[in-house]
């Protein structure tokens, strides 16, 4: 029987943003990200369509598939932090 704790969940973990924009077929705005000086994925997490439109994402369709994802990650990430809660209790 399978644990909680070793069930993947779907979202997969990146190291980078450029690994993230690869993951979506994005690595092309990879460039863009580094002259907006977003270096890691805390900081992408942070992101609005708007901050990505002013970067210069102009495709409706690309900010919604990153904005899609981008919310995927933070809500991997509070579920992350919820089960460690729970491994700590």
């Given amino acids: 029987m399978l644990s909680f704790s070793s069930v993947k ?6 190291e980078s943003v450029e690994e993230w924009l690869q993951s979506i077929n994005m690595e092309n ?3 863009m990200f580094e ?3 977003i270096d890691n994925l805390e900081e992408v997490t ?8 002013e970067m210069g ?3 409706i369709g690309h900010r919604n598939k ?13 579920n992350r932090g919820l089960a460690e ?3 700590a209790i």
């Fill in 85 to 87: 809660d729970e491994a």
């Fill in 57 to 59: 994402v102009k495709l």
């Fill in 46 to 53: 942070k992101l609005e369509e708007q901050d990505l439109e």
């Fill in 66 to 78: 990153m904005n899609k994802s981008i919310k995927s990650m933070k809500a991997q990430s509070v």
């Fill in 9 to 14: 969940h779907d979202v997969p973990e990146f």
């Fill in 35 to 37: 002259a907006a000086n």
């Fill in 29 to 31: 705005y990879f460039e």
